[in-house]
């Protein structure tokens, strides 16, 4: 793989200030050396995981796409190949004709996903990107568990319904893509929570919704105390 930005100054400290914490913290709440080393070592694997994810966003938003043209799609891909490396590489345009998904699965294990969007040469990103909607609760839950809640979210603009129909959409363009396939030769179960736990969170960006937590919580009913006169 090309060489990764590593983050900013000012990030780096500020990662390297919460490890340090978490090394000082982890022996008061975990007295057992070697597990607390275990959640410590965790922890910085977490942290190394994001910047890689945020490198590989970055890297995708430099790249132009003026066009979806075949020949277009082909340079794009040239530049993915240069800039990874060794990797199981996926493009495919958007329904919509807006943009250009990547996915991209590395020797490793490691996957990420990322979307570019169609814009003029040497215009910046920004440029293009319409007005930012604010996420607002979405909470959703099986039928026949109906006290088990996933916190997820969807766009402001979005009703109810439609975050359902594009949720169950994603759950389908999950299974069928490379990663699902993997995870499916690997007797993963093809359920609804190890789709929310497994999505990438830019497959849900695409479509205007958000995982908050990868784990449902249990509902709970809240029973008014009768105030004693």
Known sequence: MAKEKK??????DEQAQLLDLLRS??????PDAEFAERIYIACQ???????RVKSFEKFCERIELPNLEAKT???????????????????EPNEDGKGLRVDVSLPDGTQF?????VRPPGSEASDEQE?????????????????????????ENMTNDEAAIALTKI???FWASKAGQKLLKDR??????????????????????????????????????????
């Open 131 to 155: 007005i930012t909607l604010k996420f607002v609760s979405f909470p959703v839950a099986l039928p026949g568990d109906q006290e088990m809640l996933w916190a997820l979210a969807k766009r």
């Open 7 to 12: 983050p900013t100054k000012s990030k780096q």
């Open 25 to 30: 913290i982890l022996p008061k709440i975990a």
């Open 73 to 91: 799609l082909e340079e794009v891909k040239q530049q993915l190949i240069a800039g990874l490396g060794d990797a199981d590489l996926d493009i």
């Open 188 to 229: 993963v179960e093809k359920s609804f929570p190890e789709f929310v736990a497994r999505v990438p969170a830019g497959m849900l960006g695409d479509v205007g919704l958000k995982r908050h937590y990868k784990l449902p919580e249990t509902l709970k009913v809240l029973r008014t105390v009768a105030k004693k006169g």
């Open 171 to 173: 759950e389908d363009e």
């Open 45 to 51: 694997e977490e942290l190394r995981a994001k910047n």
């Open 113 to 117: 996903h990322s979307r570019i969007p």
